[in-house]
């Protein structure tokens, strides 16, 4: 760094504790106060990075290793979701020194060298004002940008800091997410803030779950619709419905409910649900899961509104769970976390879900109904992963492989059964699967002459070759599916019908999505996962609501998909759907769209670009509109 910098931000750091006026965030002017009256650092003098000894790093990450267990997918998706913007993430403990780290190698020995690594200590007492350090010291999300730092050493740097609290709502670690060299000003860093406060809140909520996997989590937000996918606050309740653990997030809240500083919460611990709403245990299981999210509200001892969601080990009031007798509570056991992300509130998704956790462990061949994309493959894969089975999960599709390859692609050939057939012969589908399980896509649509050969191998369990003369002992799990009525197949000679006995074993039917009661968080859900910030209008739910989804779930994905495209801020509107399905909209949502769209264009005097900008809208959502009021134009 030049000499003339480091002088100026000596002369500026002098003039603070001289009482002067400084631009800086009050934050930063506390930070630089501490860091000479408590810590006694000098600012004329340069640190060098603190890295600890490999034995005193040891002792930090086993003392916290629960906690890097439940964040590392956190921080895995944060950095995937930064990468290519050579940004550092640093998970710290409380103490300030780094237990995890997610880095370009092509930089290490530079971020060693800054300190941006595993091992790092950042506390406020050694590295002086910094993301991590004053984090740790005011309990608060902030951003510590170039010349915020104290020490001069580490101007070049922008670190930006979330504080991640216990259940007891004690602080248990920062979430840091730096760059060496920051483009620009310090609100460059905000999405940086953001991302970091939103990271920070899900590793709290997914430590508060782990802790309370066998207890009672109320969830609560202020709008219903993405409570089921990412709500705002959580706590925890014991079985008389007293708090025992909570979000931050949910600490300020119930702190200013009480009227007591979120830095005691002590005070909260203990507390009656009825302390903070207008509820009490015995009421508390009409928020369950099963119901709509805006049938679940909740009246806040302010009289405030909130929506929540109650789960937890059964739905019977809290004061008499703990009397339940096992067997009870065996029967309601949760399905194999291979299925949790196939529903997000449906009853009938749930009960199917229970039921197929308990076949899946069995070696009952299983056949799934339903219409075209409502998921029958990842249910069949979640099938076959709750059932344990060491061997491999291979898909068929029936219906896609020409009628002249299906034989020898779904039972192998032996060497030299057919000009042009490997020397050596080769495994079919159907033997690959050996030890694992065999998904037969479209069974409807097997032709007959191989249904035959199938029956064999399922009655005999063994598996022939095309050419071969001895078979090849199977053991296999069958999961079978089709969008056809088998019973009419059958009645019409198309199905044999001692095959559909062979694979019914279990017969499930999946609804459709037009019918399921989670069908508004499943496409939050489906959002996210091609952009973290996606939002719904509420137009866009509201069509959601009302659309007949023929496609389903796999319809549902390819519009968010092409909408998050035609979105600049990833928020929907109704102008981001695809023309076949605009062709659909609701006359009233029609009205109610080309309504804001004119008065927005209206109130820019009609400046399209401006007008985009005020409805947080691409312009080419606007000439759209346009030409569907003028096509002649």
């Not at 997918?73 to 993430?89: P, S, T």
């Not at 104290?150 to 740097?157: G, N, V, Y």
């Not at 508060?208 to 989590?217: A, D, F, I, K, T």
């Not at 005097?605 to 959502?621: C, F, H, I, W």
Request: aromatic fraction near 6%; hydrophobic fraction near 40%; charged fraction near 20%.
């Amino acid at each position: 760094m030049a000499v003339s910098n480091q002088v100026r931000h000596v002369t500026e750091i002098e003039q603070v504790l001289d009482g002067q006026q400084s631009q800086r965030d009050a934050t930063v002017v506390n930070s630089w106060i501490r860091c000479v009256s408590d810590y006694r650092l000098d600012p004329s003098q340069q640190v060098p990075a603190h890295i600890v000894s490999p034995q005193c790093l040891r002792e930090h990450r086993q003392r916290n290793e629960r906690l890097i267990h439940i964040a590392r997918h956190g921080l895995n998706e944060l950095f995937r979701q930064v990468a290519g913007h050579d940004y550092v993430l640093l998970l710290a403990d409380n103490e300030g020194v780094t237990i995890d780290y997610f880095g370009d190698s092509r930089f290490e020995s530079e971020l060693r060298r800054a300190g941006l690594y595993l091992g790092a200590e950042w506390s406020e007492a050694r590295a002086g004002t910094c993301g991590v350090g004053s984090c740790i010291v005011t309990g608060e999300a902030l951003t510590i940008h170039q010349g915020d730092h104290f020490d001069s050493a580490h101007m070049p740097l922008s670190c930006t800091a979330a504080p991640i609290y216990n259940p007891d709502g004690h602080l248990a670690a920062v979430l840091d997410i730096s760059l060496l060299r920051p483009p620009g000003p310090k609100i460059s860093q905000n999405l940086a803030l953001h991302l970091v406060r939103q990271s920070a809140r899900h590793v709290e909520l997914a430590n508060l779950m782990h802790e309370q996997r066998r207890g009672w989590v109320l969830c609560f937000s202020r709008q219903p619709a993405f409570l089921d996918v990412d709500p705002e606050h959580a706590i925890a309740l014991d079985a008389d419905g007293r708090l025992v653990g909570m979000t931050h997030s949910a600490c300020r809240e119930l702190a200013a409910l009480m009227g007591c500083s979120w830095r005691q919460p002590r005070k909260l611990l203990g507390q009656p649900i009825s302390r903070f709403f207008q509820t009490d245990a015995e009421h508390l299981a009409r928020l369950a899961r099963n119901r709509e999210p805006a049938q679940r509200m909740l009246l806040a001892t302010d009289n405030s509104s909130w929506y929540a969601r109650l789960q937890g080990p059964d739905w019977t009031p809290l004061n008499q769970s703990l009397s339940l007798p096992s067997r009870t509570r065996s029967n309601n056991a949760e399905p194999h976390p291979a299925f949790a992300e196939l529903h997000w509130g449906d009853q009938r998704m749930a009960a199917l879900l229970q039921q197929c956790s308990r076949v899946a462990k069995t070696n009952l061949p299983v056949l799934l109904q339903g219409e075209t994309g409502t998921g029958k493959e990842r249910l069949a894969q979640a099938i076959h992963t709750a059932s344990g089975r060491p061997g491999a999960f291979v898909a068929v599709n029936c219906a896609a492989i020409p009628e002249s390859l299906i034989e020898g692609e779904l039972f192998g050939h032996a060497p030299g059964a057919f000009t042009g057939a490997a020397s050596k012969g080769r495994a079919g589908l159907i033997e690959s699967a050996n030890g694992g399980t065999l998904f037969l896509d479209e069974i409807g649509d097997m032709p007959s002459n191989l249904q035959a050969r199938l029956l064999r191998v399922l009655s005999e369990g063994e598996v022939l070759r095309v050419g071969a003369t001895s078979a090849t002992p199977l053991d296999i799990r069958v999961v079978s599916a089709t969008l056809h009525n088998l019973e009419s197949r059958m009645a019409s000679g198309d199905f044999r019908n001692d095959l559909y006995h062979r694979l019914a074993g279990a017969e499930f039917w999946l609804p459709a999505l037009r019918e399921r009661e989670d069908l508004l968080p499943l496409a939050q859900v489906l959002a996210q996962k091609h952009a973290v910030n996606a939002q719904l209008s509420p137009e866009v739910t509201e069509f959601f609501a009302q659309y007949a989804w023929p496609g389903n779930i796999r319809e549902l994905d390819t519009t968010l998909r092409f909408a998050l495209l035609l979105s600049d801020d990833h928020r929907l509107t109704l102008a981001q759907l695809p023309e076949r399905l605009l062709r659909r909209v609701p006359q009233g949502l029609q009205r109610q769209q080309s309504c804001s769209i004119e008065q927005a264009i209206a109130e820019c005097d009609g400046n399209v670009s401006a007008a985009a900008r005020k409805l947080g809208v691409d312009r080419s959502t606007i000439y759209r509109h346009l030409r569907r009021k003028n096509p002649t134009n």
